[in-house]
T-cell receptor
Framework: GQQVQQSPASLVLQEGENAELQCNFS?????MQWFYQRPEGSLVSLFYNPSGTKQSGRLTSTTVIKERRSSLHISSSQITDSGTYLCAMGDNYAQGLTFGLGTRVSVFP | GPKVLQIPSHQIIDMGQMVTLNCDPV?????FYWYKQILGQQMEFLVN????????KSKLFKDQFSVERPDGSYFTLKIQPTALEDSAVYFCASSSYRGNQAPLFGEGTRLSVL
């Protein structure tokens, strides 16, 4: 079945530092999403990015299908960026997504 | 923008009782999903639902689980009877089945089975 590997598992940043989160997947995909999960558990959708590069504020997502990977870049990290970042992929958006285990990010002053 | 709403945000129930989790999907969406996340663990797909039927379900979707969307109202997940291992956060999502639109997720319902 599909497998989604995220790295690193956790990351500690000083406020203002940049970070790169990685997501690797085992099969081809038609759907790739990045989510932010707040410490209390609620989900925020960050990007729907099955290919190419997308940017929103300080966040940039890049997906390279032939290399079966996607990355999330956080620039100038802030304390409020702390939480867990999840990537999820799917073969068909009508089917269920397969999630990675997430990268737990902690940003300190 | 459009949102998927989940009601309630937290539910506490005694083991063996029935529980219904409610999801108010985006109005013009056609596909509906439930996911389960045990605290500290991976988010996992449970089921998807289209045109009044279950289209796909995972091995986590036990016989005690059922889904429905009567008359285009709430999309519900019913667990009867509940077990301790059903304690988790359950996320609902809906999708419009358009190539450039991702499924939208609700904020989750935390279910605590005592």
């Amino acid at each position: 079945g599909q497998q989604v590997q995220q790295s690193p598992a956790s990351l500690v940043l000083q406020e203002g530092e940049n970070a790169e989160l990685q997501c690797n997947f085992s099969t081809s995909l038609n759907s790739m999403q990045w989510f932010y999960q707040r410490p209390e558990g609620s989900l925020v959708s960050l990007f729907y990015n099955p290919s190419g590069t997308k940017q929103s504020g300080r966040l940039t997502s890049t997906t390279v299908i032939k290399e079966r990977r996607s990355s999330l870049h956080i620039s100038s990290s802030q304390i409020t960026d702390s939480g867990t970042y999840l990537c999820a992929m799917g073969d068909n958006y009508a089917q269920g997504l397969t999630f990675g285990l997430g990268t737990r990010v902690s940003v300190f002053p | 923008g459009p949102k998927v709403l989940q009601i309630p945000s937290h539910q506490i129930i005694d083991m063996g009782q029935m529980v219904t989790l409610n999801c108010d999907p985006v109005s013009n969406h056609l596909y509906f999903y439930w996911y389960k996340q045990i605290l500290g663990q991976q988010m996992e797909f449970l089921v998807n639902f289209y045109n009044g039927k279950v289209m796909e379900k995972s091995k986590l979707f036990k016989d005690q689980f059922s889904v429905e969307r009567p008359d285009g109202s709430y999309f519900t997940l019913k667990i009867q009877p509940t077990a301790l291992e059903d304690s988790a956060v359950y996320f609902c999502a809906s999708s419009s089945y358009r190539g450039n639109q991702a499924p939208l997720f609700g904020e989750g319902t935390r279910l605590s089975v005592l």
